[in-house]
């Protein structure tokens, strides 16, 4: 077990590199069980959720080989369908990519419940209904999903989804993307990820169409073949610098980023009176004055992103006057209040609305990671208060962040990594 150890109240201050991103590479991993050959993927994070997902897959028979620190070779040539690894698949969201990739592969599916982050409900029923409108009969059953198809083959449809769904939009294109026949998807969700992961299909040798608008045509193609990729940068984890710049009244330049991706996090950050300026491959922040308290809802791209309403709420706790975050898309994203209320944060949460009651001064606490965001926006708490605050299940936070404490030391942090023993481990010493 290993926790952060933070010294805050110094400005973060510098340039910090962001990596590929989390919420493309998984789909993108996934979608290497549809190829015969081997795809050499580029950009990769190094993260908990990665390296999971390269185990189950070289657990199914996939041959993965490290070219460097950021890029890997995936050969899914023998990968044999339903035998993933029923413990890892279920530690992790992105893993039900495999239902869509197994479907588009072999005509059938079998893949444990996947798990996630933890924000109450996470249904995976717009999932069900794509799989069973191309032709899948789905069965719930010991903890896994089956699907299986008439003749071995999924049939292509017409799809309108009920919500704007990431995950349901990747895997009906994974499904459909060697289906006889052209697979219409209504209601596409239109994240930067949806576009990434046509792109690379189609270097594949797909025939997507409309990825990044909400109608999204796939014309089934007999086989793709591998490719040379790179994954797109991770605009959460530039946001999270962003805003954490903003909190600690600091000047960050973020590098390898697309602006574009970022707009709705940067207008937001001028809005509260950051200076943002934007350049080709990277965007820099720095408070010049007092900041203004804000309102934020979270919405599908190319709205906020639910995946930062917890680091801009750090950022709102800083900031003298009441903010409000509406968080539209999760029911129970907000574990991480409590935490930032441990270090004398004014925050309370009403429904789906949060209130914070920014600019009472926090202080420095023993901290938990309650899942991957929240457990980012308590660092990014933590990195504004002078004394020591340190935090636990860090695993949690390292599930999505590349070198999370290198890169916040380089930008001048007092932080490190810290080695505790497990309570186990204690006792078989004594
Ligand atoms: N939803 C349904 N039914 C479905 C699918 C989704 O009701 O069949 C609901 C969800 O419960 C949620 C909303 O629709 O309320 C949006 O869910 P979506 O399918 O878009 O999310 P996801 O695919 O499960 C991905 C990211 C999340 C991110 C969301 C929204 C991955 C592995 N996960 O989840 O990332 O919050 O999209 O952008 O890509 C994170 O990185 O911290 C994270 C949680």
Same mark, same amino acid.
Not at 147 to 152: A, K, L
Not at 341 to 351: H, Q
């Given at each position: 077990?290993e926790?952060?150890?933070? #010294?805050?109240?110094?400005p973060?201050?510098g340039?910090?590199?962001? /990596?590929?991103?989390?919420?493309?590479?998984?789909p993108?991993?996934?979608?290497?069980v549809?190829?015969?050959g081997?795809c050499?993927?580029e950009?990769?994070?190094?993260?908990?959720?990665?390296?999971?997902?390269?185990?189950?897959?070289?657990?199914?028979?996939?041959?993965i080989r490290?070219?460097?620190?950021?890029?890997v070779e995936?050969?899914?040539?023998?990968?044999?369908?339903?035998?993933?690894?029923?413990?890892?698949?279920?530690?992790?969201r992105?893993?039900?990519?495999l239902?869509?990739?197994?479907?588009?592969?072999?005509?059938?599916?079998?893949?444990?419940?996947p798990?996630?982050?933890?924000?109450?409900?996470?249904?995976?029923?717009?999932?069900?209904?794509?799989?069973?409108?191309?032709?899948?009969?789905v069965?719930?059953?010991?903890?896994y999903i089956e699907?299986?198809?008439?003749?071995?083959k999924?049939?292509?449809?017409?799809i309108?989804f009920?919500?704007?769904?990431?995950?349901?939009?990747?895997n009906?294109?994974?499904?459909?993307?060697?289906?006889?026949?052209?697979?219409?998807?209504?209601?596409a969700?239109?994240?930067?990820?949806?576009?990434?992961?046509? #792109?690379?299909?189609?270097?594949?040798?797909?025939?997507i169409?409309?990825?990044? /608008?909400?109608?999204?045509?796939?014309?089934?193609v007999e086989?793709l073949h591998?490719?040379?990729?790179?994954?797109?940068?991770?605009?959460?984890?530039?946001?999270?610098?962003?805003?954490?710049?903003?909190?600690t009244?600091? #000047?960050?330049?973020?590098?390898?980023?697309?602006?574009?991706?970022?707009?709705?996090i940067?207008?937001?950050l001028?809005e509260v009176g950051?200076?943002?300026?934007?350049?080709?491959?990277?965007?820099s922040?720095?408070?010049d004055g007092?900041?203004?308290?804000t #309102?934020?809802?979270?919405?599908?791209?190319?709205?906020?992103?639910?995946d930062?309403?917890?680091q801009m709420?750090?950022?709102?706790?800083?900031?003298e006057?009441?903010?409000f975050?509406?968080?539209?898309?999760?029911?129970n994203?907000?574990?991480?209040?409590?935490e930032?209320?441990?270090?004398?944060?004014?925050?309370?949460?009403?429904?789906?609305i949060?209130t914070?009651?920014?600019?009472v001064?926090l202080?420095a606490?023993p901290?938990?990671?309650?899942?991957?965001?929240?457990?980012?926006?308590?660092?990014?708490?933590?990195?504004t208060?002078?004394?020591?605050?340190?935090?636990?299940?860090?695993n949690?936070?390292?599930?999505?962040?590349?070198?999370?404490?290198?890169?916040?030391?380089?930008?001048?942090?007092?932080?490190k990594?810290?080695?505790?023993?497990?309570?186990?481990?204690?006792?078989q010493?004594n």
């Open positions: 077990m926790k952060i150890v933070v #010294n805050g109240g110094t973060l201050c340039e910090v590199e962001v /990596s590929g991103f989390k919420n493309a590479a998984l993108i991993i996934y979608a290497c549809l190829v015969k081997k050499i993927i950009n990769i994070p190094n993260i908990i959720d990665i390296n999971r997902s390269f185990d189950i897959l070289r657990g199914m028979g996939a041959v490290t070219v460097d620190r950021t890029t995936i050969d899914c040539t023998d990968v044999v369908c339903g035998t993933s690894d029923y413990s890892l698949v279920r530690r992790l992105g893993s039900y990519y239902l869509g990739a197994e479907l588009g592969r072999f005509g059938k599916a079998r893949v444990a419940y798990g996630g982050c933890d924000f109450g409900v996470r249904p995976i029923d717009q999932h069900i209904k794509g799989f069973k409108a191309l032709g899948g009969k069965v719930t059953d010991g903890g699907i299986s198809t008439e003749n071995g999924v049939t292509p449809a017409n309108y009920d919500m704007s769904t990431v995950g349901a939009t990747l009906i294109m994974l499904a459909s993307v060697m289906a006889d026949g052209m697979t219409v998807i209504e209601n969700a239109r994240e930067p990820h949806i576009v990434d992961c046509a #792109n690379f299909l189609n270097s594949c040798g797909a025939k169409s409309g990825a990044g /608008s909400d109608v999204i045509k796939i014309k089934g086989s591998g490719c040379t990729y790179a994954i797109i940068p991770d605009m959460i984890e530039a946001g999270s610098f962003l805003v954490a710049a903003a909190a009244r600091g #000047n960050v330049k973020v590098t390898n980023v697309i602006p574009k991706h970022l707009e709705s940067t207008a937001k001028e950051v200076t943002v300026e934007e350049f080709d491959d990277a965007v922040v720095r408070v007092p900041l203004r308290p #309102n934020v809802k979270t919405l599908p791209y190319p709205g906020f992103p639910t930062m309403h917890p709420c750090a950022l709102l706790a800083t900031i006057g009441v903010s975050i509406n968080e539209s898309i999760y029911d994203r907000f574990r991480y209040v409590e930032l209320k441990r270090m004398g944060a004014s925050i309370k949460v009403d429904g789906r949060v914070v009651e920014g600019g001064p202080s606490a901290l938990i990671a309650v899942d991957l965001r929240g457990g980012i926006a308590v660092l990014i708490a933590a990195l208060v002078s004394g020591i605050s340190e935090i636990t299940e860090i949690l936070i390292e599930r999505g962040y590349d070198d999370i404490v290198g890169k916040l030391r380089g930008l001048g942090a007092d932080i990594k810290v080695y505790v023993p497990d309570p186990v481990t204690l006792k010493a």
